[in-house]
């Protein structure tokens, strides 16, 4: 069966600071893949998306990126951090069926 | 571009009535309607899809019917237990392309 991890779990960094949080699947190939943020209390905001290895779409124009360097890793990073960065950053995978499923996330506290 | 609204935003409905959160939709081309649910501090899971060839799919105590004409959709969770305390999220797309989430609705169960 697949699975889809996220690391770290929880994080605290200081404005200004580098991010880089990364999510794999196992189980499959070829994946698409997505990146969410979800700030408190509210829904889910789209970021990147990925149907390949170094092909990543933007949704929405701001200082983070994004990299797919193997099938089934998926990067988010940041040079600098904004205090705005702070959320819930899920990482989704969907296969050859329409169904997305989402990983157990990242906190981010940016202080 | 597909845009999904979600109504209503906060649901509060007394243990063992029913709750009924309604969707619409934008692109006509749109054939998978998945909804998830989201407990606090957790990722969303995908609890019911359907997709356009159907105009109703049951799951124990949740349903969920699609009316492709008027563009709409809605999840049906009958005698309500304090466990379906979260927050659900519909989307919609066209099965090969990303998924477009309305804004949620928290649903409150009152013992």
């Known amino acids: 069966s697949q699975t889809i991890h996220q690391w770290p779990a929880t994080l605290v960094q200081p404005v200004g600071s580098p991010l880089s949080l990364e999510c794999t699947v196992e189980g499959t190939s070829n994946p698409n893949l997505y990146w969410y943020r979800q700030a408190a209390g509210r829904g889910l905001q789209l970021l990147f998306y990925s149907v390949g290895i170094g092909q990543i779409s933007s949704e929405v124009p701001q200082n983070l990126s994004a990299s797919r360097p193997q099938d089934r890793q998926f990067i988010l990073s940041s040079k600098k951090l904004l205090l705005s960065d702070s959320g819930f950053y899920l990482c989704?995978?969907?296969?050859?069926?329409?169904?997305?499923?989402f990983g157990p996330g990242t906190r981010l506290t940016v202080t | 571009g597909e845009n999904v609204e979600q109504h209503p935003s906060t649901l509060s409905v007394q243990e063992g009535d029913s709750a009924v959160i309604k969707c619409t939709y934008s692109?006509?081309?749109?054939?998978?309607f998945p909804w998830y649910k989201q407990e606090l501090g957790k990722r969303p899971q995908l609890i019911i899809d359907?997709?356009?060839?159907?105009g109703e799919k049951k799951d124990q105590r949740i349903a969920v019917t699609l009316n492709k004409t008027a563009k709409h959709f809605s999840l049906h969770i009958t005698e309500t237990q304090p466990e379906d305390s979260a927050v659900y999220f519909c989307a919609a797309s066209k099965g090969y392309d990303k998924i477009i989430f309305g804004k949620g609705t928290r649903l409150h169960i009152l013992p």
């Open positions: 989704a995978w969907s296969g050859t069926v329409y169904e997305q499923y």
């Open positions: 692109d006509s081309a749109s054939n998978y």
């Open positions: 359907i997709r356009s060839n159907v």
